[in-house]
């Protein structure tokens, strides 16, 4: 009965915000004459509309031809402005274009909600002029991006150590990864600092501090196997990436053996991020069924929200050994009364080289029975076969996985997990 309630509650949801949708395009027709112009205009062909009078205080400028040439249009009710209001993370799907190539569908994104954006111009603007509105090239010079332009050779951790999820506790090799791997720029490949531009700096360095998400995609790249959405460029204030699949809630009521071989991927994408040949763990600081989308023809998990995502060196630390540095850290569970929480140190994430963070999260949020989501409960794996309910050896693991009882029980349940789903899914290696 309870199964029943929480995916009737589910399905209100999505219904409701149809409903609305649909009554707010109503109302747009009966009320609004330049419906018809703004359906017909292209706003991603704006400079205004991408925000190019803000850089260097933007995201970046590679794909500004294809922006301004037209070749990328917005979708059907993402060219009304008037339903902004319901776009609270300014994500917008588009068609992009290429001659001969046809069209494909990409994400588009301004890395924040018009309220975040507007408070990173007045951070500036305060910093060089004491007020909250001002001309923010000039400004720039008085912030600390400024100083690490000129003749500044590399971009070291104790510059930017803080500045963001990403950079939280960097190392020199991780940063040096990043500007290497920087793509908004003509003459990627280097990690010196000093071979970009000014403005190219400027730019890396305010998206670092603002939302690194398209900083962890060029330095993790999809193309060498990270789960990572495909970057693919950048106008002004709007960041275009790959577009994925349906979200991962869309299969929260899929069939058993769908539910399943998602289940597998997660816990798989969880071990490649915290045990992988480059000695980079990369930790999920959020996670919720919204930031994993699903291929719709290869049904390939992807992870398409990486702005939370704190990269610890595990090389540095081994050779730095801090305090406790080889004692294996196992999660605390967090039972709280929210959505989507977790309980996480940054400072030991930072510190240690076993870390069982990214198998509880997974576990937690978004496969055992504490995962809850848009009102439903009980996690993707919800409702098992009989066969295997009975056997009961499924709900013991996930409930291992997300609250352990057993000291470094987490570590051995989140192993057996992925051998049984492997195993169900038949996806054994």
């Not at 209001?85 to 069209?103: I, M, Q, T």
């Not at 912030?143 to 960097?170: I, K, M, Q, Y």
């Not at 509880?360 to 009980?378: D, F, K, P």
Request: hydrophobic share 40%; proline share 4%; charged share 25%.
């Amino acid at each position: 009965m309870l199964r029943l309630v929480s995916l009737k509650l589910g399905r209100l949801y999505r219904y409701v915000k149809l409903a609305v949708l649909g009554i707010l395009a109503a109302a747009l027709a009966l009320n609004s004459p330049s419906l018809l112009a703004s359906l017909q205009r292209n706003e991603l062909a704006e400079r205004r509309f991408l925000q190019l009078n803000k850089c260097p205080a933007c995201w970046g400028t590679s794909w500004c031809r294809k922006f301004l040439n037209g070749q990328l249009r917005l979708e059907s009710w993402g060219r009304l402005r008037l339903l902004d209001f319901l776009n609270v993370k300014n994500v917008y799907f588009a068609r992009y274009g290429e001659p001969r190539e046809g069209s494909r569908r990409v994400v588009l994104k301004r890395l924040g909600s018009a309220r975040e954006l507007a408070d990173l111009d007045a951070k500036i603007c305060r910093r060089a002029t004491g007020r909250g509105r001002c001309d923010l090239l000039p400004a720039l010079q008085a912030t600390e991006f400024a100083r690490l332009n000129g003749d500044v050779r590399l971009l070291t951790p104790e510059a930017v150590e803080g500045w963001s999820d990403l950079v939280h506790c960097p190392s020199q090799r991780l940063l040096d990864r990043l500007v290497r791997r920087y793509a908004e720029t003509k003459d990627s490949g280097s990690f010196l600092l000093r071979n970009l531009k000014d403005s190219e700096r400027m730019q890396l360095l305010i998206t670092l501090a603002f939302n690194p998400e398209p900083l962890v995609l060029q330095g993790f790249p999809s193309d060498e196997g990270w789960p990572f959405a495909k970057y693919l460029g950048a106008c002004g204030r709007m960041v275009a990436v790959n577009y994925v699949g349906e979200e991962l809630w869309s299969y929260f009521s899929s069939p058993w053996e769908k539910r399943v071989d998602l289940a597998w991927q997660l816990m798989e994408i969880a071990e490649q991020l915290t045990n992988n040949d480059f000695e980079f763990a990369l930790y999920l600081l959020d996670v919720s069924f919204d930031n994993f989308a699903v291929g719709p023809r290869d049904g390939k998990v992807i992870i398409v929200d990486a702005e939370n995502v704190l990269v610890a060196d595990k090389k540095l630390i081994k050779q730095n050994k801090p305090e406790n540095w080889d004692v294996w850290y196992e999660s605390k569970f967090d039972d709280c009364d929210k959505e989507a929480c977790l309980s996480f140190s940054k400072e030991i994430l930072c510190t240690r080289v076993t870390v069982d963070h990214n198998y509880y999260a997974i576990c937690q949020n978004l496969l055992s029975r504490h995962a809850t989501w848009r009102g439903t409960s009980g996690g993707l794996l919800h409702d098992p076969p009989a066969d295997i309910a009975k056997d009961g050896r499924l709900e013991a693991l996930l409930d291992e996985c997300a609250n352990p009882k057993k000291r470094y029980g987490r570590f051995q349940a989140a192993k057996e997990l992925r051998e049984y789903l492997g195993r169900l899914s038949n996806n054994v290696r």
